[in-house]
């Protein structure tokens, strides 16, 4: 009983250092002038910013649409770690080592493919003496690749986790009642899932909102939200400015957690 | 249409869980595979359905050989222990469900989903989300199910194992009334032999994954074909006679022979057990070693470690086995 309570202390301890202080200080920074004044003059200036404005709502599109699709390419992957068969240790380990990497790895492994001097461009030249490819990671297609790579392993566990509550016999019971592979998964496999790819979706988005590696290594089309609001504090410290736009992505990611919620309804029959 | 199966045979890892099964289901004749657990009994339904492939052998839908042919293009109805109904759709969705596959528009689909949850007496109940319902009604909603787009066979795996016995002795009766006029083979697994002798035109008992005996409910109970299938069935005891032939003594065929009238067999008396409507007495003749049991009236004078007097009731079963030692006394005892 003792442990158990000083275990709670000390977690509460940890989130006021970690979390709670850290957040009001941010928050008192974007609400307090030069002079030391309480000021709403930071939100007023970077939601009036035509540029802040669009690198704001185009992170949120980008995020939310890779979120969507990858978790829809995840389904394979986490249907085989799920339901198990030939590969699914393998897969497993591979979706799981996705974690170690970290988002700045990933950014790396774009750029050393297709970067501009990526080894699928060397190779392009080599072989048609075109350029196609060339710097196709500096690109938004290559941003769409780079956010992939840690996206569609991390969907794909949390998906497999639902795939593994879901009863065969449901699956079986369709088949006998002469549904084909394809009528399975639309009338079946997708209704029952709908909870899970709802819960996979929000959390790849919140990911993706707060990757910061990737974006800073290859996004040069779309000027992603978190890499704006990281050279406001260290190129141009306007410590107001960036801590506004902090709390703005934070209250974004939360409404747009509320709003996912609120879509995906009741139903959560093998939800996470 | 008739179900044949020719020479089935199925093995997991090592071991052989089916071994050579020939056995044929007709149309409007409702078969129950009964079995202990391990018989292989729910393999073999699996097997017809397509569910699990077999190793080796055929099945034969009406002539047609379907052993390659995916569960989905197989046209059968099956009904799975837990039911299987989907989550996310009311009665009458699930109900539809068969229908909507086949590309049945939705008007005729709607109103033959309401027309099958009628026969089932769910009609009241078509929109209810099935998590609301109980066991008894989930049932039949998976029983309409199966039935709605006229499967060509329909099987059903354990279908009373999930209810109570209260609830199981009523839906037994109404299971019997739904499959009894049912124009296409029935195939029920159960290792209840209750369920087997209400609901069966026809039993398989399966043993070891081989057909111990083929037959009606009557033929399994009364002429077994061994003592593995006598001892399945029910509570079987062996008296030898002069003869050297062994009689399979159900609890009910001996009854306690008047004081002074003729009896049949003496047993000591080892033990009584009380079970409401009646007693049941376990005994052993004064030379056999074999206990023999014996169902006698509640209001019965039986006491442990008394000798008592039975008669065999005029519908004994003889049953040549083994020669054993003579327990039978004879008639003037």
């Known amino acids: 009983m003792t442990l158990t309570r000083g275990a709670a202390v000390m977690l509460l301890l940890f989130l006021v250092a970690a979390v709670l202080v850290p957040a009001a200080q941010v928050l008192r920074t974007s609400l307090t002038d030069a002079e030391g004044s309480f000021t709403i003059a930071y939100y007023a200036q970077v ?49 799981q080592a996705n974690y170690a990497f970290g988002g700045i790895a990933y950014g790396m492994l774009v750029v050393t493919l297709i970067g501009n001097v990526g080894l699928v461009p060397l190779a392009e030249h080599a072989l048609f003496g075109t350029e196609w490819t060339k710097g196709v990671a500096y690109t938004v297609p290559g941003l769409v690749i780079a956010y992939f790579g840690f996206q569609i392993p991390r969907a794909a566990l949390l998906l497999a986790q639902a795939i593994e509550k879901l009863d065969p016999r449901l699956l079986d019971a369709a088949r006998t009642l002469g549904a084909s592979p394809v009528q399975k998964t639309l009338l079946v496999v997708l209704p029952l899932l709908r909870g899970a790819l709802t819960s996979t979706v929000l959390s790849t988005f919140l990911i993706s909102l707060a990757s910061f590696g990737v974006a800073l290594l290859v996004s040069r089309k779309l000027t992603i939200y978190a890499v704006a609001i990281y050279k406001e504090f260290m190129a141009f410290s306007e410590f107001g400015s960036a801590a506004a736009m902090a709390v703005i992505l934070s209250v974004s990611a939360v409404l747009a957690a509320v709003a996912a919620r609120r879509f995906a309804g009741r139903t959560d029959m093998a939800g996470l | 249409m008739d179900i044949t199966l020719r020479d089935i045979r199925k093995t997991f890892g090592h071991t052989d869980v089916l071994r050579g099964i020939n056995l044929t289901f007709r149309s409007g004749t409702v078969t129950v595979l009964l079995g202990p657990s391990g018989s292989g009994k729910t393999t073999l339904l699996n097997i017809v359905a397509g569910l699990v492939p077999a190793t080796g052998g ?66 009241h109940l078509a929109e209810r989300d099935v998590s609301t319902l109980s066991g008894g009604q989930r049932q039949r909603v998976a029983i309409a199910r199966a039935l709605v787009a006229n499967p060509d066979v329909l099987l059903l795996d354990e279908p009373l194992s999930a209810l109570d016995p209260q609830l199981r002795d009523r839906i037994r009766e109404e299971l ?144 040549p086995v083994a020669a054993q030692a003579s327990h039978l006394v004879g008639p003037g005892y």
């Open chain 2, 176 to 319: 019997r009334a739904l499959l009894e006029p049912l124009p296409v083979p029935v195939v029920l697994v159960t290792h209840d032999q209750h369920d087997a002798f209400v609901l069966a035109d026809q039993v398989v008992l399966l043993h070891g994954g081989e057909v111990a005996q083929l037959g009606t409910p009557q033929d399994l109970y009364l002429r077994p074909a061994n003592e593995t299938v006598a001892r399945f069935l029910g509570i079987a005891s062996y008296l030898a006679d002069d003869e050297g032939n062994r009689r399979l003594v159900r609890p009910e065929d001996l009854e306690l022979a008047a004081d002074d009238g003729p009896c049949d067999v003496v047993l000591r008396i080892e033990r009584v057990q009380f079970l409401g409507d009646r007693q049941r007495v376990t005994g052993s003749t004064p030379d056999g070693d074999a206990p023999i049991i014996v169902d006698v009236s509640k209001a019965a004078r039986v006491a442990a470690g008394e000798l008592a007097r039975f008669r065999i009731r005029r519908n004994g079963r003889t049953m």
């Open chain 2, 58 to 123: 055929h099945v034969l839908f009406g002539g047609q050989d379907v052993t390659a042919l995916p569960v989905e293009a197989r046209h059968i109805g099956y009904v799975f222990q837990s039911h299987a109904l989907f989550p996310h759709l009311t009665a009458a969705g699930n109900v539809e469900f068969p229908l909507r596959v086949r590309g049945v528009g939705r008007g005729e689909r709607r109103q033959r989903a309401r027309d099958a949850l009628a026969i089932v007496e769910m009609a």
């Open chain 1, 47 to 95: 939601l009036a910013d035509p540029y802040f404005r669009s690198s704001l709502i185009g992170t949120m599109v980008f995020c939310a649409a890779t979120s969507v699709a990858a978790t829809l390419l995840a389904l394979p992957a986490g249907w085989r770690i799920g339901r198990g068969g030939r590969g699914a240790v393998y897969l497993r380990a591979f979706c």
